[in-house]
């Protein structure tokens, strides 16, 4: 199961890299949207990180999945997916995080960024990270996505939820988690504190990559998968 990143994302982001391969190999897949993102409703409120999971998992009985699924969180997508792994460990075989920050001191100070500064001004960052991508999507498509950011920034409360989230407890993670990191991002020490919280946790730092692993490296990314997923 896919959880996307915040805001500029959505499930399409999985659709155009890793979903296909998966699948095509016999892996079951499901791709939902975030609420407020894609296609999903944009309620006033429920943004928290906790809430986020909880929708996750009304998602998988809404389709009658039942046994324990791997989770593969981007960025954002990581904090929610190991949030369920705490709340629902029974609905949670394992979590891969790519370029995901979560608990401790680099996720704190994650977070505090995004609530400080996290207007449509500060997409920007995003945007760049994103430009060719979007670019290739065409000016109406991009201004969509631009006129959907600014209703979720603005209409919802997901600024003051993301502040207001439990800290998340790294230690009651109890399934196998995959970190994969580029080598250049910002969130590389994520890397390291996963490896202090979860010493059983596995990973993969990927050359001369900043925090667009999904895109950029999307095959050196799913050969750690096949060789990481159960068979």
């Known amino acids: 199961m896919f959880v996307h990143g915040l805001v500029m994302d959505n499930l399409s982001s999985f659709y155009y890299t890793l979903a296909a391969p998966l699948a095509q190999a016999g892996f079951g897949t499901v791709l939902f949207d975030l609420r407020g993102h894609g296609l999903s409703e944009r309620p006033p409120s429920g ?6 999971a909880l929708d996750l998992v009304a998602v998988l009985d809404e389709i009658g999945v039942t046994e324990p699924v791997f989770l593969l969180g981007n960025s954002y997508g990581g904090v929610v997916a190991m949030h369920a792994a705490v709340q629902a460990p029974e609905r949670v075989g394992g979590v891969v995080l790519v370029e995901s920050a979560v608990g401790g001191v680099v996720g704190d100070a994650w977070f505090e960024d995004i609530t400080n500064t ?11 990270r994103t430009q060719d991508q979007l670019m290739a999507l065409g000016q109406r498509k991009i201004a969509k996505l631009a006129v959907n950011a600014n209703a979720l920034l603005n209409g919802t409360t997901l600024i003051d939820d993301l502040g207001s989230g439990a ?14 990191y580029g080598a250049e991002s910002e969130l590389i020490g994520a890397a390291a504190e996963l490896r202090e919280r979860i010493p059983s946790c596995r990973l993969h730092v990927v050359s001369g990559l900043g925090h667009t692993v999904l895109r950029e490296a999307t095959a ?9 997923l159960p068979s």
Do not use: H, I, M
């Open 47 to 52: 943004y928290t990180p906790e809430e986020s």
């Open 118 to 128: 996290l207007t449509v001004a500060a997409l920007g960052l995003e945007f760049d």
């Open 167 to 180: 800290k998340l407890d790294l230690t009651q993670v109890q399934c196998p988690v995959l970190g994969v």
């Open 220 to 228: 050196e990314l799913l050969d750690v998968l096949f060789d990481w």
